[in-house]
């Protein structure tokens, strides 16, 4: 879509903050991304320490979306941290955060809403919507990016929990190994960290590791094949406990295929205790569910809702 055509158009700022790179895009409220944009997420040591680039990217696109003459209507942002169901961090396990992003980004929009959530939750949103979660009665959808999180959707809606942490799939064990659990042990950084600590060779990340897999290198090799074994036992616990329709398996390296999704798949197989188990499908937005979901959580955020966030 043109400049031109987006004139008096009427956009989300929408980010999704991750501990690799910081997306951020205009996004209209079918879910159509006019613009987008991206950082990295590292700086001075830390990632994204005091929000500095999160604040800045969504001040970038604020001024992107005047020169566009579109109207920004609100932000949303998707975190990869514990939320609450009022829009509060809880954790700081990723991001280096001291304030609460929703007081730091509201005065770039005065007057309109600030909605803040878990970035594996915007996934789910925006695949419910538009994505391969369309139309289904029920499923899971699981985040495989830097991290690893899962949000169990029914009936369009997303599952926070009491305390906005049903999402924490990354968090189970991982039997008979040294990592302490699935995120350590499956995850983008899990697997160039444990790639690492078997060669002695310092990889940039995942698709490091899986470059050096397709090129015949037998560690990465084991370490995709286990962590895909891994994942894929992990989903079948799941099904049993929440029996979705579907599973649906989304970022940035869930997305790709190759070795890891096929061990994963293999493992789910076998580990499936009864038949008829659902299918895992692709997330259709692949890599930008974060970012629709986000800006789709402030275009259906409440208006009630919403007034806590706003600044005269």
């Known amino acids: 879509m043109s400049a031109a055509s987006d004139a008096g158009a009427r956009v989300v700022v929408a980010l999704d903050i991750g501990g690799t ?4 895009g205009l996004v209209a409220e079918d879910g159509a991304v006019l613009c987008a944009a991206e950082r990295p997420a590292a700086r001075d ?29 609100g932000i949303g942002a998707g975190f990869p941290e514990y939320v609450s169901q009022v829009g509060t961090l809880t954790s700081r396990d990723v991001i280096g955060w001291d304030e609460q992003p929703a007081g730091l980004l509201a005065p770039l929009v005065p007057g309109r809403p600030v909605v803040v959530e878990s970035d594996v939750r915007c996934g789910a949103l925006a695949e419910a919507r538009t994505g391969s979660g369309r139309g289904l009665g029920s499923f899971l959808y699981v985040s495989l990016g830097t991290g690893l999180s899962a949000a169990f959707v029914q009936d369009g809606r997303v599952w926070a929990g009491q305390r906005g942490e049903a999402l924490g799939l990354g968090t189970w ?23 690492s600590a078997v060669t002695g060779s310092a990889v940039a990340g995942a698709r490091a590791v899986v470059a050096r897999a397709e090129a015949g290198d037998a560690a990465a090799f084991d370490i995709l094949s286990t962590a895909g074994g891994a994942l894929g036992t992990a989903l079948a616990w799941a099904v049993a406990l929440l029996d979705p329709a579907a599973i649906v398996l989304g970022g940035g390296l869930g997305t790709v295929g190759g070795l890891l999704d096929e061990s994963m798949r293999t493992a789910y197989a076998a580990h499936a205790r009864r038949r008829g188990r659902p299918p895992v499908r ?21 208006a009630d809702a919403r007034e806590s966030h706003r600044v005269a």
């Open 282 to 302: 692709h997330a259709e937005l692949g890599a930008r569910s974060g970012l629709v979901g986000a800006a789709l959580a402030a275009w259906e955020h409440p």
């Open 21 to 24: 790179t910081l997306s951020g």
């Open 45 to 73: 040591g830390g990632r994204d320490p005091g929000l500095h680039g999160t604040v800045a990217l969504a001040r970038e696109l604020s001024v992107r979306a005047q020169d566009m003459g579109a109207e920004v209507v």
């Open 173 to 195: 064990p991982v039997h008979g190994v040294l990592s302490p659990d699935l995120e350590g042990y499956a995850s983008g950084s899990g697997i160039a960290a444990r790639y």
